[in-house]
């Protein structure tokens, strides 16, 4: 196996833990406000948002929607380095 592919292979594998395993229930733990997180809805969806506390819900950010059957949310993933 190349070495380019495993390296590839590696970064999917971790992106797949990051996203099985990196999501809090709203019933346990709330973002901080404002904090833009991935959301995850009843309904299946995923979007990025921040939950403000002011208003008491989660907000899209992209389309400024209000997203009220929020279940879980996880903090973004870091950014790519530039090589």
Request: glycine share 8%; proline share 5%; aromatic share 8%.
């Amino acid at each position: 196996m190349s070495t380019e592919k495993s390296k590839q292979e590696e970064k999917s594998n971790e992106l797949y833990a990051l996203l099985t395993t990196g999501w809090i229930d709203v019933k346990e733990k709330m973002p901080d406000s404002g904090q833009c997180v991935l959301i995850h809805s009843k309904d299946g969806g995923v979007a990025e948002g921040a939950y403000l506390s002011s208003k008491g819900h989660f907000e899209q950010w992209r389309w400024n929607a209000i997203q009220k059957d929020v279940t879980h949310w996880m903090h973004l993933p870091e950014p790519p380095t530039c090589s």
